[in-house]
């Protein structure tokens, strides 16, 4: 099937076609006969010839570093939703949290068959900034800041400074803080320095003995805790860096007999569904995930549509949400 057997079946042009196929204009009255000869004939486009006639391949690249992340899934979720609204469709990769991965995708993507890329990045590196420069196709980072690269990221000293501030007006005065690699300039190295900052404005110091380091998972969270508290056994609060480390510690809390939240308390961030079911329930900050994903979409479709580059740094805010853990 051909379009221009499916202008003749419709009694319309071969324009005409190529308008509905492409999402052009076209009288509600073609419309209806194309659309009905598609429907009868089951007619599908030929992706590679659309792609050769356009230059476009309609296929946004999304990088993530794990696909077992419930707020990866939800800035995939923003993401997949507004490519679906505007015709586009998702090629998803997961690197396993692997650098060398992420670099191996740009490269795939770069000379492959997609419109942009959607990068959602947890350690960015001077390689990075490289191939970022290198790519021949827009690319829009999610979840970090890079400057002269359109980004969508959190406000997370800010969120980090309020909710370790929440724990020092709870009166609580050994505030520890268990977080993730620096390398990691979002939930490690932004969050920690909110986390300095609360304490510095309160008049108290972060002292190194009250700082300890985990990785993403509740099973991180649990170790660290317990390397942190046997170290200080004064803490009386816990800032944590994500609410999976925060779910860790509290376990680990509640094996050591201190009760949360009259021993100790704890915060975390992310909002997950983790936080709403875990007893007691944690205070947590809220991030706007799938908001990110939306609008880290709607930025890289503008480039590609309007065909300019307006470099932008959209930072989204946090909503604290207090339970019972302080």
Excluded at 106 to 128: K, M, P, Q, Y
Excluded at 152 to 159: L, P, S, T
Excluded at 236 to 250: K, M, Q, V, W
Excluded at 251 to 271: F, K, S, T, Y
Aim: glycine content about 8%; proline content about 2%.
């Amino acid at each position: 099937m051909t379009i221009a057997e499916i202008a003749a079946r419709a009694k319309v042009s071969k324009a005409a076609v190529s308008r509905y196929l492409n999402n052009g204009y076209v009288s509600s009255e073609k419309r209806e006969a194309i659309r009905r000869v598609i429907e009868e004939t089951g007619y599908v486009p030929s992706q590679q010839a659309q792609t050769l006639r356009t230059g476009k391949s309609r296929t946004i690249g999304v990088i993530v570093p794990r696909i077992d992340s419930e707020s990866i899934s939800r800035v995939v979720a923003g993401i997949s939703l507004v490519l679906e609204e505007q015709g586009y469709r998702l090629l998803l990769a997961t690197t396993d949290n692997r650098v060398e991965k992420e670099l191996e995708y740009l490269e795939v993507f770069r000379t492959g068959n997609v419109d942009g890329v959607i990068l959602v990045a947890t350690i960015l590196s001077a390689a990075h900034r490289k191939a970022l420069r290198a790519c021949s196709v827009p690319v829009v980072l999610a979840g970090q800041q890079m400057d002269g690269v359109t980004c969508v990221y959190h406000n997370d000293c800010g969120a980090a400074r309020a909710m370790t501030a929440l724990l020092l007006e709870s009166g609580r005065r050994t505030v520890g803080y268990i977080g993730v690699t620096p390398r990691d300039k979002a939930a490690g190295a932004a969050r920690r320095a909110g986390y300095q900052d609360a304490l510095a404005q309160a008049g108290l110091t972060a002292v190194d003995g009250w700082m300890e380091q985990s990785d993403f998972s509740i099973e991180g969270g649990y170790a660290a805790a317990g390397r942190l508290l046997a170290r200080e056994p004064s803490i009386d609060a816990l800032f944590c860096a994500t609410d999976s480390i925060a779910i860790g510690a509290l376990n680990r809390l509640e094996a050591l007999g201190r009760r949360v939240p009259g021993d100790v308390a704890i915060v975390g961030i992310g909002h997950s569904r983790l936080s709403e079911l875990v007893r007691p329930r944690l205070t947590t900050a809220h991030y706007y995930y799938q908001t990110s994903g939306e609008e880290a979409a709607r930025a890289l479709l503008e480039i590609i549509t309007q065909g300019i580059d307006r470099t932008k740094q959209l930072m989204l805010g946090y909503e604290i949400c207090k339970r019972d853990s302080v």
